[in-house]
């Protein structure tokens, strides 16, 4: 079983711990992508940041408190208050943490031997699912480049599909390259 | 009627001074009003909108959740369904006690 977070996991034979609603009987998973880890450090770090505020609250309470207590906000409100304003700010910084997660878990290209299909959330409560035949596929293409796509090797991944079906891309996945050469190897 | 008269029918110390140009004692109310107390229940207001709106979000990202599991099973949706259900139940605790601390002592 390949691990869940895994952001690049290519089988030959069949990924059997992935499956997609739409997947065939007769139909193996080769590929799955994921964007870069590394994405996910910008809003870890604000995460950290906008948290630490109330951590600091929860370490060092009366520290906290006898500061709030000579400013105004001890004449708004209570000790008991400010504890439940805290439990709602948490709350607020909670639910970026967990979009900006499901953003990144929920944004997949999966190749398989017959198609493509990638599935991208768009937070907070929108998400598409694209799919398309592997012989409408004209063209793979990828990019690479920036400080951050050197230093971790990610960039993006194009493809292009015959008619009307709608192009294909993901963007900041690792190995750009192999992935680019694995997808071409796995076209009919 | 003189500014004690008013006084008198506002029951109220603050009541207009000579120079505020004031002279209905039915409007005696405003001037009992306390800056302090409107701005605490602006916030308050402010704070249980978002307690409210943090919860709906915590019901329709659980339902989210669920459906994203259909669409894309990997050996991780259940703890996602869970952590899930797990932030709804606080949200809606929260909102509990911003009800509790705040709304019930009105009534």
């Known amino acids: 079983m390949h691990n869940p977070l895994s952001t690049f996991t290519f089988d030959a034979d069949n990924i059997k711990s992935v499956r997609f609603s739409t997947q065939y009987d007769n139909e193996s998973i080769k590929l799955f992508l994921r964007r870069h880890v590394a994405t996910n450090f910008f809003w870890l770090f604000m995460l950290v940041l906008l948290a630490s505020p109330a951590l600091f609250l929860v370490f060092y309470p009366d520290l906290v408190f006898s500061f709030i207590d000579t400013s105004v906000f001890a004449q708004l409100f209570s000790h008991t208050e400010l504890k439940l304003i805290v439990a709602i700010y948490?709350?607020?910084?909670?639910?970026?943490?967990?979009?900006?997660?499901?953003?990144?878990?929920?944004?997949?290209?999966?190749?398989?031997?017959?198609?493509?299909?990638?599935?991208?959330?768009?937070?907070?409560?929108?998400?598409?699912?694209?799919?398309?035949?592997?012989?409408?596929?004209?063209?793979?293409?990828?990019?690479?480049?920036?400080?951050?796509?050197?230093?971790?090797?990610?960039?993006?991944?194009?493809?292009?599909?015959?008619?009307?079906?709608?192009?294909?891309?993901?963007?900041?996945?690792?190995?750009?390259?192999?992935?680019?050469?694995?997808?071409?190897?796995?076209?009919? | 009627m003189t500014l004690n008269q008013i006084k008198e029918i506002t029951n109220n110390p603050l009541a207009p001074s000579s120079d505020t140009g004031i002279k209905l004692p039915e409007l005696g109310w405003i001037t009992n009003l306390d800056p302090i107390d409107i701005v605490h229940w602006l916030f308050v207001a402010v704070l249980l909108l978002t307690t409210v709106s943090l919860a709906l979000f915590a019901f329709l990202?659980?339902?989210?959740?669920?459906?994203?599991?259909?669409?894309?099973?990997?050996?991780?949706?259940?703890?996602?369904?869970l952590f899930a259900l797990l932030y709804l139940i606080l949200t809606i605790g929260t909102l509990f006690l911003s009800f509790t601390l705040w709304i019930r002592p009105l009534f």
């Open chain 1, 90 to 188: 948490m709350l607020g910084v909670s639910y970026y943490g967990i979009m900006n997660f499901m953003r990144w878990y929920f944004d997949v290209l999966i190749v398989t031997n017959k198609r493509v299909i990638d599935i991208a959330l768009v937070p907070p409560f929108n998400w598409q699912v694209t799919q398309a035949q592997l012989e409408e596929v004209q063209d793979v293409r990828h990019t690479q480049g920036g400080i951050f796509g050197i230093i971790f090797n990610m960039g993006n991944i194009y493809i292009q599909t015959a008619g009307t079906s709608q192009n294909i891309a993901i963007y900041k996945v690792p190995k750009p390259n192999r992935v680019h050469e694995l997808i071409i190897q796995l076209l009919p």
């Open chain 2, 61 to 81: 990202t659980l339902r989210q959740i669920r459906i994203l599991n259909r669409v894309l099973k990997t050996p991780l949706a259940p703890i996602l369904t």
